[in-house]
Structures are given as structure tokens and as C-alpha cells.
T-cell receptor
Framework: GAVVSQHPSRVICKSGTSVKIECRSL??????MFWYRQFPKQSLMLMAT?????????EQGVEKDKFLINHASLTLSTLTVTSAHPEDSSFYIC?????????????FGEGSWLTVV | GEDVEQSLFLSVREGDSSVINCTYT??????LYWYKQEPGAGLQLLTY?????DMKQDQRLTVLLNKKDKHLSLRIADTQTGDSAIYFC?????????????FGQGTILTVHP
């Protein structure tokens, strides 16, 4: 079953509004989660590292005031796209690292399709 | 910085083996991963290999790692039409916040009946 869950899977919002995407680790605690963005037919690009209890670390070129990240608990990180515009339409996907006896494995959520109209 | 390269397309017949290749530049990579992405879906973890290993086999999947050449491959035996998808290799660079992945461009695998 799913190890990392995202919600919503699809969302349509009006230009200028904000939308929140949730990422949950289902049966393990994740002090660090990661948010990626994927445009059609392209690879995944890391947007930011979400740190539980502290500020997120953003990659170069990612606007921290536009993409608000909150990691208030060990199992939940949220990404809020503020004042969304059509060019923000994309596939957003999160990941979390799980430590097991067999090693560190990195699991991804199902992804969230955002369409801004 | 880290860079990961993959061939963009691979086409095989059902029942044949598929080999997807990947090269990376960061010699301090600790783990290397293979993910599968079907249209409109998230990423499914297929397998991973630790950097001190040369090979890892998991059912139909075989991962080969050549650290000297910084080359990683994924072999899918007895490829089925359900294996058609995009396959991404990704590395975790050493010394960075664990879990931060650098992805290749993805290889589109098409399996013909």
C-alpha cells in the first residue's frame, strides 16, 4: 500500500487564489520531506526541502513567498501555492525518506495535478 | 553540481529484455534509485542500490552499478506491455540532506506485443 500520501490528487483553482496540497507519511515519521515539480514530459525538479519544526530550504529560483511550506508535524508537510497563476499549473509531488534495516528508501506520494484557470 | 543522464526512448518486444542506462557525475553518491511513472501517476519505487554494491537482483529486475564509469543500468527480464512507462534513475548525493534526489530526464519504455 501507499507509504506516502498526497491530497488532493487533482485541483482546479481560479487565478489569484491560493491552494494547499498535503503530503503525509503514513506509518513512519519523516523529519524531512521534499517537494518536487514536474512539467509535462519533463523530469522532476526539486523545489524545496521541508524541515519539521523549522523553515523550509528552497532551491535556487523558487519563490519562498509564493510556495509556502509548513511541516508542523512529523507526518505532515503542506505546500501552499499562493496567488496562483496559469503558469503554476503543474504536477506537484512530495517524497519522504524511510529508514529500514535494508537501507534508506525514498518514497513518493501519488502527486497532485494543479490547474489554474 | 550533480548531473544524471538517461537515454530518452527505448522500444522492445514483449518477452524480450529491456536495459535502461543511466550515467551520473557525483562520485560521492550513496544510493541510486530507479522509479517507474505511468501516465498521470506518481512515482513508484522499483529498486535501489547502495553505492558499495555492484549488482542487485529483485525478481525480474537487475540493477548493475559500475562506480568507476559512474554508470547504472536497469534490466527488466521478460518485459510485458504493463511495463510501458517512464523510468527515472535518481541519485542521492553524498553529504547533502538525505533524501534530496537528482533525477535523470526519464526513459520512455514502449513495449510492443
Amino acid at each position: 500500500g501507499a507509504v506516502v500520501s498526497q491530497h488532493p490528487s487533482r485541483v482546479i483553482c481560479k487565478s489569484g487564489t491560493s491552494v494547499k496540497i498535503e503530503c503525509r507519511s503514513l506509518d513512519f515519521q519523516a523529519t524531512t520531506m521534499f517537494w518536487y515539480r514536474q512539467f509535462p514530459k519533463q523530469s522532476l525538479m526539486l523545489m524545496a526541502t521541508s524541515n519539521e519544526g523549522s523553515k523550509a530550504t528552497y532551491e535556487q529560483g523558487v519563490e519562498k513567498d509564493k510556495f509556502l511550506i509548513n511541516h508542523a508535524s512529523l507526518t505532515l508537510s503542506t505546500l501552499t501555492v499562493t496567488s496562483a497563476h496559469p503558469e503554476d499549473s503543474s504536477f506537484y509531488i512530495c517524497s519522504a525518506s524511510r529508514l529500514a534495516n535494508s537501507g534508506n528508501t525514498i518514497y513518493f506520494g501519488e502527486g497532485s495535478w494543479l490547474t489554474v484557470v | 553540481g550533480e548531473d544524471v543522464e538517461q537515454s530518452l526512448f527505448l522500444s522492445v518486444r514483449e518477452g524480450d529484455s529491456s536495459v535502461i542506462n543511466c550515467t551520473y557525475t557525483d562520485s560521492s553518491s550513496t544510493y541510486l534509485y530507479w522509479y517507474k511513472q505511468e501516465p498521470g501517476a506518481g512515482l513508484q519505487l522499483l529498486t535501489y542500490i547502495f553505492s558499495n554494491m555492484d549488482m542487485k537482483q529483485d525478481q525480474r529486475l537487475t540493477v548493475l552499478l559500475n562506480k568507476k564509469d559512474k554508470h547504472l543500468s536497469l534490466r527488466i527480464a521478460d518485459t510485458q506491455t504493463g511495463d510501458s512507462a517512464i523510468y527515472f534513475c535518481a541519485e542521492v548525493a553524498g553529504g547533502t540532506s538525505y533524501g534530496k534526489l537528482t533525477f535523470g530526464q526519464g526513459t520512455i519504455l514502449t513495449v510492443h506485443p
